[in-house]
Structures are given as C-alpha cells and as structure tokens.
C-alpha cells in the first residue's frame, strides 16, 4: 500500500515536472510547480518526516509561489510566450541532469548516509516527528533558532531601505 | 516536559550583544529623531564598536569557552577574530564619514547595516557548529548586498549589488548543500563531533562527505574570493561605495577564513587528504590570477580588487599549512590579517580623502602628481602601498615572512616559493603607483579638494591609526605576533 503511494507520488512529481518545463507559458509553468511541491509533500509523509511536508506546502506551494506569480506578473508574459524557450541549451541542460543523476546514485547507492545510521539524526526520543523538532530547536538549537530572528531582521531592513528610497527619488 | 535553560556566559556573549543592540539602537534613534546631526550616529557608532572591542578584549577566554554546545564559542581566536573584525568595522565608519559621496544617505539605515554585517561576521567567526556559520554569514551577507547598491543613483552601484546579489546566493547553496551532505554524513554539525566520528569509523571515505567537503571549500572560497571564484570581487569593489569596498575587502575575508580555519582544524588533519592538492592550486591560482590581473588596472578600485584577491591567496598557503598540522600558522594568519586590515584600510582612506565633493579619483592616473599637491595623503599612500606590497619596514613584510615561513615548516617548497615570486610581480603595480605620484607632474587635479569636507578629522583618524598601525607592526612586530600565537593556543 505505502510502496503504491510512493510510486504514485512520485509519477506525479516526475509528470508535472516534465510538463512544467515543455509549457510555453509561464504561468501554466509555475501551476505545475504547486502541483509538483504538494506530490513531493506527500513523499514527506511518507517518509514520516509530517513537519517537512507542512512546511513544503506553507512555505513552497504558499509563499513561494505567490513569490514567482507576482514576478511573473510583472514581467510581460504576452512577450515571454513568444520567445524561443531553449536558447539552444537543451544538450547542456541534458548533460547537468545526467550528471546529477549520477551524483545521487554515487552518494546514495554507494555508503549513503552512514552518519546518520550509525549516530541518528540528533533527534530526542520523543515520538512524532513535530514535537521532535519543537524540543531540539527550543534546546540544542536555541541559539542559531534566535539568531535567525536577526538575520530576518537585517533582511527586512535591507528591502525597506532598497524600495523606501525607490519611492522618494 | 521541561526544557532546561541552555547555559550562557553572558560576559562572552556581551560583545555580539553590544553590536546588535547598537545597530537597533542607531535604527530606533534615526526613526524617532530624523532631525539630529549626522554626525551624533556617526559617533554613536563608533562608540558602540569601541565598547564591544573593550568587551571583548575584557572577557578572557577561560576552560568554559563553549557556550550552549558549541554554538558559541569564544576562545583566544575568537577574541583575536573579534578584535579584526570590530577594528575593520571602526575604520569603514571613520571612512563612510569621510566619502563625501555618502553625506546624502540617510545614516541610521547606513551604519545599522553596518553593524547587523559585523554581528554576522562575529558570529560566524565564533562557533563550532556548521549551521553558525550559515546564519552568520547570510547575517553579514545580506546586509553587504543592500550596502553595495547604497548609493542607488550610480548604475555602477546598482550592478555591483545585483551582481554581488547572484552569485552569493549561488555561492551560499553550495555551502548549505555541502554542509547538509556533511551532516549526513556524520550525523552532526559540530565540529569537534564531526572529527570525533571521523576518526572512530570510515565516513571521511563516503562520498557524501567528500562532496559536502568540496561544496563548502566552494561556498566560502567565494565569500573570501579564491580563485576561480574570484570573478565577481573587481566589478562589486569598483561599483560599491569606497567605504563599503573597504569593508568588504576585510571583514567578510576575515570572518569567512576564520570559519574556515576552524573546519580545516577540525577535519583537515584527519580527512582531508584529498584537500591538499586543492587548496595547493587554489592558493597558486588565486595569487597568481590577482597579482597579474591587478598589473593592466587603471582605476585603482579595481586594482586594489585584485590586489586583496592576491592577499586571500597568500592566506590560502596558511591554510594549506593548517591541512598539513601546522600551529604556526594559524598565528600567522591572525597576525597578517591584522596587519592587511590596517594596510589596506589605510590605502581605501586614501582614495576617500582624495575624492572631491562630486567626483571620487577612482583612475590611477588621478594620482599623478599628488606628492606635490597632497605631500601628506601621498606619503600615507605610499607607506600602505609599500607594506601592501611586502618591503620593510613595514607590517607587510614580516606578516608574510611570518606566513611562509609556516608554510615552509611543514614541509611546503614550491609553494612558499611561488608565493614570493607572486610577492615580486606585485610590487611592480604597486609601486607603480608611488612612482606616479611623485615622478609625474600633476595633471589639472581640483583646486582644493577633499580633505576639507566635513568628514576631514574621520579620515585624519583613520589615516594615522593605519599608518602607525602598519609601521608599529612593522619595527616592532614580536609582541603581538606572540599575542596571535597565544590566541591560537586552546584551539582544537
């Protein structure tokens, strides 16, 4: 049962990928991509890993797509339907993709992971994969966990000092 | 459930604390009293740098050194970091005073970017774990992408931001990725847990960990501008404002080889055998493409570009030296960057005090004649130029006798060698330019530029603290050379 929901999953990731990257138009590229995040979620789920998969459609399918929707949609997309789409980089696109591929199959066909058989993942013993996540990020990742909230902060005041002085000038 | 409070040594912690709090302060006082003088945050500023180095000069590193599991770690390279860092900040504000070109900008955004940058780089700088440094360095990063496009008028500014903008946050995929391969890995992403795993079981001979290993040597040799990631440091130093330049040409160099001396102390030693053939060619490439590049350049930020990328080569042999178990050498390293942040500090100063009110003197051949017209400004720029280039008397010249002579311990020959023929190549565009400033006739230069600005006693400042820095660590170098080797002392 589980081995078909993967398989089911994981066609749909590899469909709407490949439909996404043949679509001439944009926007109909960018749906795609939610419908490839939200299989990709249910992966997750699969995996156990039940905070990665809400995260990847709050933050993937939510914000970043909005992110993508709202560049595309000032940019003119009545122009970019008619542009050439390949720019005559498929060979190289194809050679990259090959050779990713067998990057993956290189790290995880030959030792894979061994760290994190042997060691764990540094996970408590608390069951569930949420509450996990929730007590190691509140007591050995405390620190970077706030210092975030600076880097969040520098990156804030960054956009508002770019676009703020966009508007008086 | 309870979850127990992470033990902090606050007094360890002060200095980021202080640096932090000073650039909300400097926001917060800049939103509510836009009014006030400039020249009051500027001194603001500088007070809060001087009060964090005092702090951290103060907190003596003790047997506690690590702060909540190693996420904070401050021991005697931290504080030797801290105090490079804090002092490269203190000289970018004397110089973002000084420029004239930044006068306009509006100061509380400026200098509170300022100093989130140099509470990321101290954080990055002071950790042992992997995912501090991520953070520290997109802290720092972040705030450097917007600085380099600050004056947002200048199409050259825009490109720099932009450019600098790309390809660091391409650079910064590869280091996560590298760093998520490694904690796959070993299971860990502090590293002193790392070494430990290395040496009781085989994962340094996965190929996870080989790879993370190389996407993270990529991810930071860009930050610190190693060949062949170098290509973006001429354009982003010509197009950023001359004080941001100033600034980027040290401290993110600085935080980014501490993060990785402090890898390469970890798991060099044991599993790097493979990282001895590249940091080999990427310190000789690195050298070699800045110093030859650096000889066509006619406008002088470029120049200076490609001279700092030569300067990150020469640390690439203390970094190959570390590899191979060398002490020495990370003292080396502390001192040379003390002494390359004061060289070419004072050299950025120079071209700011040049400037006049509309126009900055970016081409070399500006610099035609000003022994004659600034006997000063052309005696300190000839003194950084000399010490940039390694003759003594100068800071320049022991710093990197220090650093090869490491390099030569541990058994290096050919790599200490071409590093001084590089050394000799490089005098060449150096002293090109103390040879046009006092051989040449001056061309139409303004009548009286620059230095009678506002900001003439910022740059004044800055200008004798690096010359007397420079000559000081040059006559008299063993005192703080035995102070960077004591700071080098508990590492490990």
Redesign the interface.
């Known amino acids: 049962m589980e081995l078909a929901f993967f398989y089911l999953f994981a066609a749909g990731i590899v469909g709407a990928s490949l439909l996404m990257v043949t679509r001439a138009n944009v926007i109909h590229a960018a749906l795609l991509l939610v419908l490839a995040f939200l299989f990709m979620a249910g992966l997750f789920v699969l995996a156990g890993a039940e905070f990665l998969a809400g995260v990847q459609i709050l933050i993937y399918a939510g914000g970043i797509m909005v992110l993508y929707l709202f560049s595309i949609m000032l940019m003119n997309v009545g122009v970019a339907v008619r542009l050439r789409q390949w720019h005559r980089q498929s060979v190289l696109a194809l050679a990259a993709a090959v050779l990713l591929g067998a990057?993956v199959w290189?790290?995880l066909g030959?030792?894979?992971?061994?760290?994190?058989k042997?060691?764990?993942?540094?996970l408590g013993q608390?069951p569930g994969n949420v509450e996990a996540l929730g007590?190691v990020l509140?007591?050995?990742?405390?620190?970077?966990f706030e210092?975030?909230s600076?880097?969040l902060?520098?990156?804030m005041?960054?956009a508002i000092?770019?676009a703020k002085?966009?508007i008086t000038? | 459930m309870t979850i127990p409070f992470p033990q902090i040594h606050w007094a360890y912690l002060l200095p980021v604390l202080l640096v932090v709090g000073g650039a909300v302060f400097v926001l917060m006082w800049d939103a509510f009293f836009p009014q006030r003088e400039r020249s009051f945050l500027v001194t603001l500023t500088l007070a809060v740098l001087a009060s964090a180095l005092g702090a951290s000069l103060a907190a003596q590193p003790g047997s506690e050194a690590a702060s909540m599991g190693g996420m904070y770690l401050y021991d005697g390279f931290t504080r030797f970091v801290f105090a490079l860092i804090l002092l490269s900040s203190f000289f970018s504000v004397l110089l973002s005073a000084a420029q004239r070109s930044l006068e306009e900008v509006p100061a509380g955004d400026y200098l509170g970017l300022i100093l989130f940058a140099t509470s990321g780089m101290m954080l990055m700088a002071a950790t042992r774990s992997l995912l501090m440094v991520f953070v520290g360095l997109e802290i720092f990063s972040l705030a450097l992408y917007v600085l380099a496009g600050f004056l947002r008028g200048q199409p050259e500014g825009n490109e720099a931001a932009l450019k600098y903008f790309l390809l660091g946050s391409f650079a910064s995929g590869f280091l996560l990725y590298g760093m998520a391969l490694i904690f796959g890995a070993t299971g860990s992403v502090d590293l002193m847990e790392i070494a430990q795993r290395l040496t009781t079981s085989p994962p340094s001979r996965s190929p996870a960990f080989l790879l993370g290993l190389g996407f993270v040597v990529v991810g930071l040799g860009f930050k610190v501008a190693a060949a062949p990631f170098y290509m973006w440091t001429p354009d982003v130093y010509e197009g950023s404002p001359t004080a941001v330049t100033a600034f980027m040409s040290v401290g993110p160099k600085v935080a980014a080889f501490a993060a990785f001396f402090r890898l390469l102390l970890a798991v060099g030693p044991r599993a790097g055998a493979e990282l001895d053939a590249i940091l080999w060619v990427m310190a000789v490439l690195t050298m070699t493409a800045g110093n030859v590049s650096a000889i066509w350049q006619s406008n002088i930020k470029r120049m200076l570009a490609y001279s700092s990328i030569a300067h990150a080569g020469y640390i690439l042999v203390a970094l190959a030296a570390v590899r191979r178990g060398s002490d020495l050498a990370t003292g080396s390293f502390l001192f040379y960057m003390l002494v390359y942040a004061l060289m070419n500090m004072g050299a950025f100063c120079v071209v700011v005090a040049a400037g006049a009110r509309g126009e900055e003197r970016t081409r070399i051949e500006d610099y035609a004649g000003l022994g004659y017209t600034r006997p000063a400004l052309a005696a300190a720029m000839a003194l950084f130029m000399v010490s940039l280039a390694g003759i003594p008397p100068t800071g320049g010249f022991v710093a990197k006798f220090y650093l090869f002579s490491a390099a030569v311990k541990v058994g290096f020959v050919w790599l200490p060698v071409i590093a001084v023929l590089n050394s000799v190549v490089s005098v060449s565009y150096y002293l090109r330019l103390v040879v046009l400033m006092y051989m040449r006739e001056p061309g139409e230069a303004p009548a009286r530029p620059g230095l009678l600005g506002p900001g003439w006693s910022y740059a004044l400042a800055a200008l004798v603290l690096a010359a007397a820095g420079v000559l000081n660590f040059g006559i008299f170098p063993s005192s703080f050379f035995e102070l960077a080797l004591r700071s080098t002392l508990l590492l490990n």
């Not at chain 1, 042997?118 to 540094?122: L, Y």
């Not at chain 1, 509140?138 to 970077?144: A, G, S, W």
């Open positions: 990057e290189a790290v030959r030792g894979g992971y061994p760290g994190a042997a060691w764990g993942w540094g608390t007590e509140y007591t050995k990742f405390l620190f970077p210092v975030a600076i880097l902060l520098a990156a005041i960054g000092v770019l002085r966009e000038r």
